[in-house]
């Protein structure tokens, strides 16, 4: 039961889904960067990906290549990755000229709205990669990369509406969920009024309300109040998901050192990622280093205080550190904000387990099944607790269901 204990945990690492365009010519809009500075697509800067990183906005394009070429040959398990960026570059501006001369004949703001998704998921033909659903996959993680696969996750497919939208002149920027990333675009209506939607990169640019991502993660409105969520990102910002995801294929990996260094690296770019502070814990709990572990949960659940994977993952290590009291306090506010998620019963029927409460435990392992029937961690922990009680059927049943019978 105490493997499961830390598997129950490490399950729960998160990973990481303006004006009208003019005519042609020179009244045409520089590339839209969130603060009216205009963004640099010539490739001409010689700053290094550290040196622009100082900047609040600067040229994404070329950062995110920069980013590829530093970091995609660790993964990729290549010498390096040169990228002949003047040309990379030459082609994103041809795109760009080819969704501004699309968008030279839209009148509304809906219109924009759809010819720049057609662009997005048509012509350049991008779309969500739907086995990579923890986001493991190291080549959803550069852009050079998504552009020629033609698949990613939601933080790079989201960049392509953001590189070619604000480089002809939309007023678009990324907006952080909890376990997730969108487009959020703002324009002005025929009647003068405010136009504001989120895109979905993952779901083809489907247009959502505000409602939906409230309805759906549920944050709470002192996270949107901190910058955490539902908020117009810089683009260091933006590299802090990075770092956030790039640390988190680092743990896969095996390199846990790394891990905690990337992580450290995506809150000095974003120090109000409540899900990098969450993720960083983790890691730290599985290197024992529960202290820091602990500062760093207590700092993700005030940036959020609906964060109830983190509530969950401090229950773990309170109950570690023999804080029992405050443990199931942790548990039951995660209860109580998401009685339907299997986790928190799960994470109850391992402390039942371990204080020797066999029938209690093995209620609350029946309730993760009810709500989730094939839960490996709880068939696992149901096949150990009836092998212990003599129970050698249903020991045997719920082994081949988590597939450990041998």
């Known amino acids: 039961m105490r493997k499961l204990f830390f598997v129950a945990l490490m399950a729960l690492l998160v990973a990481g889904c303006a004006s009208q365009t003019r005519g042609e010519g020179d009244d045409v809009p520089p590339p839209y960067t969130g603060n009216n500075t205009p963004v640099n697509t010539t490739g001409a800067s010689n700053e290094t990906l550290d040196e622009m990183l100082q900047h609040d906005d600067f040229d994404l394009p070329r950062a995110l290549l920069l980013f590829s070429e530093k970091y995609y040959p660790e993964f990729a398990k290549v010498p390096d990755h040169k990228l002949d960026i003047p040309a990379k570059l030459a082609r994103f501006d041809k795109y760009t000229r080819q969704l501004k001369d699309s968008l030279r004949h839209d009148h509304s703001p809906r219109q924009r709205v759809r010819t720049l998704v ?9 779309r969500f990669d739907q086995h990579d659903s923890r986001g493991e996959n190291y080549e959803n993680l550069f852009f050079d990369s998504v552009l020629q696969r ?22 678009v920027a990324g ?3 909890p376990g997730h990333f969108a487009v959020l675009y703002k324009d002005t209506d025929t009647d003068g009024t405010p136009y504001e939607k989120i895109l979905e990169s993952t779901d083809f640019g489907d247009v959502r309300d505000e409602l939906y991502y409230w309805s759906e993660y549920r944050f709470s409105v002192t996270a949107v109040q901190n910058r955490s969520y539902l908020t117009a990102m810089t683009d260091k910002e933006i590299f802090g998901t990075l770092y956030n995801n790039l640390a988190g294929i680092t743990f896969v990996g095996g390199d846990s050192q790394l891990a905690i260094q990337r992580y450290t690296r995506s809150l000095e770019l974003a120090p109000t990622n409540a899900e990098s502070y969450y993720n960083r814990a983790i890691v730290e709990h599985n290197s024992d280093l529960d202290r820091d572990a602990l500062r760093d949960l207590n700092e993700a659940i005030r940036l959020d205080p609906n964060f109830t994977l983190a509530f969950i993952a401090r229950a773990g290590v309170l109950w570690k550190a023999g804080e029992r009291d405050a443990a199931l306090k942790d548990l039951g506010e995660a209860k109580r904000k998401r009685p ?3 986790q928190p019963w799960m994470l109850e029927g391992l402390f039942q387990a371990e204080q020797g409460d066999v029938d209690a435990a093995r209620e609350s392992f ?19 607790l009836e092998h212990k009680a003599g129970n050698e059927a249903e020991a045997r ?5 988590a597939g450990t019978e041998q």
Request: some cysteine; overall charge negative; glycine content about 8%.
């Open 366 to 384: 029946h309730k993760v099944l009810e709500i989730d029937p094939g839960y490996k961690s709880a068939h696992i922990a149901l096949a150990e």
């Open 150 to 171: 033609r698949y990613g996750y939601c933080v790079t497919l989201s960049l392509a509406y953001l590189v070619f939208g604000q480089a002809a002149g939309l007023d």
């Open 340 to 342: 339907e998620w299997p």
């Open 397 to 401: 049943k719920h082994a081949e269901a």
């Open 118 to 126: 057609d662009f997005i998921h048509m012509k350049l033909g991008l």
């Open 175 to 177: 907006v952080r969920f």
